[in-house]
C-alpha cells in the first residue's frame, strides 16, 4: 500500500462538514541562508560565473636615489555558481480535493517551500545531501580554515581571544550574524557575569535579545541546523552569495504515471486513479568567492568559524604531496579542494580534514599547467600524490 500519498484520511481535517474558515498554523518559515546572504541577479544559464580577486599586489621600499624598483601582480579567478534542482511531487486523489472545504493546494504549497528551504540551508551550512555540483558546505570549508571551536557555549567560545568571533575576525571580517539551534538559547541563557547574574535575560517579562557583540542571532525553526555537526555558526553573510535559475514554480499534473526512484516501478497513474499531482520545482546556486584581502591574501582563511557538536564530527586527514617531474617537493603550490584552498609547506604537502565523501581538487603553481583529480575519503586517511609535468 503506498505511504507517500495525500489520502483521506490524511486530509480529513478539511473535509469535515462543520470546519473554522481559517486553519491555524505557524507561518511558513523559510530559509535562514537565503535571508543573510548576498543575492545576486538571476541565473541566465545553468553556471554563473564569478570574477574574484585572487591576488594581490606588493609595494617595496626602493634604496637609494638610483634603486631599482620592484615589479608585483594582481591576479583574479574564477568561482562557478552551478545551478542545482530542488523538487518534489504531492499527488492527491481528485475526490479530495473537491470535498475539500478550503484550497487544498494552497494549502501545502506553503510547506513545500519550507521543505525545500529547509534542504537549501542544510545542504549549504552542513552538507548534508548536497548536491555534486556545488562546492564544500560552510562548515567543511571552516574546518579546514583551522575556524572550528570545541567546548560548551560559555563566554569564552563565544567572545574569547580565540573564540567563535575571533576566529572570523582573523580573517579580516566582523561578524553580521549568527545562527544556531533552537536550543542554544538554553544554553546562552545560562551565561552569567561575575556577580552571577543571567547575561542574556535582564528582565524576565520582556522579550530576550539574542546577539552577539552586536551580531543579531537566528534560530531556524525549519528544522534545517544539524546539531550533531555544530553548534553555532557566525560568518559575515554578505561573502556568501547565492542566485535563482529558476524561482519556485508550481505545476498541477492530471496525466502520466508517477514511479519510485529507485526501483522505477509505477506507484500512480494519474488518469487511471482520478489523481492530481502538485509538483514544486526550484533551481538555485550558492558561492563563497572568499576575495583575497591584506588579512587573508591567501584566502586560505574564510569568513565563517564554528562551534563543534558535543561529539565532533569524525574527519580524516587528507594529505596532498605535490611534487615536480623529477618527484621534488613543490613549496607554495595552490591546492584547491573544492572550494577550500591552502598552500603546500616545505616538503610539498598540504593537509585537509574531511568527512567522508567525494571531493574534486585543483593543484596550481607557477610556471606549471593545473592538475586536477578527486579524492575519496571513506573512513580513512588519504595520501594523495600529485605530480607535475615539466614545466610550461
Do not use: C, H
Amino acid at each position: 500500500m503506498p505511504v507517500n500519498i495525500t489520502d483521506r484520511a490524511r486530509a480529513e481535517a478539511l473535509i469535515r462538514e462543520q470546519i473554522t474558515n481559517s486553519i491555524l498554523q505557524d507561518a511558513p518559515k523559510q530559509s535562514v541562508v537565503m535571508q543573510l546572504a548576498r543575492r545576486l541577479s538571476n541565473m541566465t544559464s545553468n553556471q554563473t560565473k564569478v570574477p574574484v580577486l585572487d591576488m594581490l599586489p606588493m609595494a617595496y621600499w626602493v634604496n637609494g636615489d638610483t634603486g631599482f624598483k620592484r615589479t608585483s601582480r594582481q591576479a583574479w579567478e574564477n568561482v562557478y555558481l552551478t545551478a542545482a534542482e530542488l523538487a518534489v511531487i504531492v499527488p492527491i486523489p481528485e475526490a479530495v480535493v473537491n470535498d475539500a472545504s478550503f484550497d487544498l493546494i494552497g494549502e501545502i504549497t506553503p510547506r513545500v517551500n519550507e521543505a525545500m528551504g529547509a534542504k537549501f540551508d542544510g545542504a549549504v551550512l552542513f552538507g548534508v545531501e548536497r548536491p555534486a555540483e556545488w562546492q564544500n558546505d560552510i562548515v567543511t570549508l571552516a574546518r579546514q580554515a583551522g575556524n572550528n571551536v570545541t567546548g560548551d557555549i560559555t563566554y569564552d567560545t563565544l567572545m574569547g581571544a580565540d573564540g567563535l568571533l575571533s576566529k572570523v575576525e582573523k580573517a579580516g571580517y566582523s561578524v553580521s550574524g549568527v545562527v544556531a539551534d533552537m536550543t542554544s538559547k538554553g544554553a546562552l541563557r545560562s551565561i552569567k557575569d561575575d556577580a552571577g547574574r543571567p547575561i542574556y535575560s535582564n528582565d524576565m517579562q520582556g522579550t530576550t535579545r539574542y546577539g552577539l557583540d552586536g551580531a543579531p542571532m537566528y534560530f531556524p525553526e525549519n528544522g534545517s541546523f544539524d546539531t550533531s555537526i555544530a553548534r553555532m555558526i557566525a560568518g559575515n553573510w554578505s561573502q556568501m552569495v547565492y542566485a535563482i535559475r529558476q524561482d519556485v514554480t508550481v505545476k498541477i499534473l492530471d496525466q502520466g504515471v508517477i514511479q519510485d526512484p529507485e526501483t522505477k516501478q509505477i506507484v500512480y497513474n494519474l488518469a487511471q486513479q482520478d489523481m492530481i499531482a502538485l509538483r514544486v520545482v526550484m533551481r538555485v546556486g550558492w558561492a563563497l568567492p572568499n576575495p583575497a584581502t591584506r588579512l587573508n591574501s591567501d584566502r586560505a582563511n574564510v569568513p565563517f568559524a564554528y562551534i563543534e557538536a558535543a561529539s565532533p564530527v569524525t574527519d580524516y586527514a587528507v594529505t596532498f604531496t605535490v611534487q615536480d617531474n623529477e618527484s621534488s617537493p613543490v613549496k607554495d603550490a595552490r591546492v584547491n579542494v573544492n572550494g577550500a584552498i591552502k598552500t603546500t609547506n616545505e616538503s610539498g604537502q598540504a593537509v585537509y580534514n574531511l568527512r567522508n565523501g567525494d571531493y574534486p581538487y585543483t593543484v596550481k603553481a607557477d610556471g606549471y599547467r593545473t592538475m586536477s583529480g578527486e579524492v575519496t575519503v571513506n573512513s580513512g586517511a588519504q595520501n594523495p600524490t600529485v605530480k607535475f609535468p615539466a614545466k610550461k
